[in-house]
């Protein structure tokens, strides 16, 4: 299969998003991209566990990270026996699928299929660390060539030079969407909330946009429904970090509130991504709770006086009375009808590959 990621801006290469090379895994800062280009380089797959806990890589680059940590933590054990290595591979796998808890149930997909890699790799007698890279680029590939398929749905429900409304950063999904959108000749523009306290909106989505040619606008994160009845937008679309089998989306918070707006002003809301077999129900959910010091800050400079608190929830939930439709690589899902993708054999965003 031809790379997946040809084609793409900067950072969804994915080269710059987590890379295993030489006994050390790097990985692009973005926190601080696009105002500077920076890898944080790891040693131990305990750091790249950090890193991922740390907001170093975000939205679907995690996931990468996490093959590459496997990969990292089999060169720190290449010189034990056999039954050593596993069980050294098996307690990374444990460290790093649990680094953020509300992916954790994704994030067990690409450890356990590292694991997989890893005892074939162990059985024929080849490179742990290698073969945890191939695999690592081999799943990339065919989750990017799914998130294609995404896409074209998604550009589908999009007019001509009509208006998009995204939220944080979807990574693969909004290469993906620019690039179909562009193979369909349909000219639409985006408009983006910045996301704070990250700004992942800002940085990321818009960063991606402009690299790929297109007309993008950063707005504040209380700008949503101005901007919908004012600019007339036509489709409000995010990616989600858990879409529950109940049709709940789980994604970042500021979600719920424009799905909200959205559906006052009969504005389609389509996520995109596979169900999560792990969340049967939004109940199996556990929404990360972080540092609330970052909300009383913007990029380092504070913007609250001391004393002041701040509440930081990563997540919100989007209920599935609000969404007009999940996106999948198999079509366009009712958000009430989520068992049909595993009933009619997929296997899903994330699906073990080795």
């Known amino acids: 299969m031809e790379r997946q990621d040809k084609g793409l801006a900067f950072m969804l290469q994915y080269e710059n998003i987590a890379w295993y090379e030489k006994g050390e895994v790097r990985i692009l800062d973005r926190r601080i991209y696009p105002r500077q280009v920076e890898f944080v380089v790891c040693k131990r797959h305990e750091e790249v566990a950090k890193a991922i806990t740390d907001m170093v890589t975000q939205s679907a680059g995690p996931y ?38 509300t992916t954790a149930s994704r994030m067990r997909l690409v450890t356990n299929g590292s694991l997989q890699a890893a005892e074939k790799a162990l059985q024929e007698g080849r490179n742990v660390s290698d073969a945890i890279v191939a695999y690592s680029v081999n799943a990339n590939d065919i989750r990017y ?5 995404i896409a074209e749905y998604l550009v ?36 983006c909330p910045e996301t704070r306290p990250y700004f992942q909106g800002a940085r990321l989505t818009a960063t991606v946009a ?26 409000f679309t995010s990616a989600a970090d858990a879409i529950c089998l109940d049709g709940h989306v789980v994604n970042k918070v500021g979600t719920f509130q424009i799905a909200i707006a959205a559906k006052y ?42 004393g002041v608190k701040g509440y930081y929830p990563s997540f919100d939930i989007t209920p599935p009375a609000l969404v007009s439709g999940v996106v999948t690589d198999a079509g366009i ?4 009808d989520l068992h049909r993708y595993f009933r009619d054999g997929n296997a899903g965003e994330y699906g073990m590959v080795v």
């Open 64 to 101: 990468t990270a996490a093959a590459m940590g496997m990969a990292l933590a089999a060169y720190e054990c290449r010189s034990l026996s056999e039954e050593g290595q596993l069980q050294h591979l098996k307690q990374a796998a444990d460290t790093i699928a649990n680094a953020r808890p």
């Open 145 to 149: 060539a799914k998130i294609g398929k």
């Open 156 to 191: 589908d429900m999009i007019p001509q030079n009509g208006t998009v409304m995204t939220q944080c950063f979807g990574e693969t999904i909004v290469g993906k969407m620019l690039a179909e959108g562009r193979k369909q000749g349909k000219g639409f523009r985006l408009f």
């Open 210 to 235: 402009r690299d790929m040619g297109y007309d993008v606008t950063v707005i504040t994160d209380n700008m949503p429904a101005y901007v919908m009845q004012r600019e007339h937008v036509d489709v």
């Open 265 to 306: 002003m009969g504005i389609p809301y389509f996520v995109t991504g596979a169900p999560d077999i792990g969340h049967p129900t939004v109940d199996t959910v556990h929404i990360e709770l972080r540092d609330p010091d970052f909300v009383l800050q913007a990029m380092g400079v504070k913007t609250a006086a001391d």
């Open 333 to 336: 899902l009712s958000p009430y």
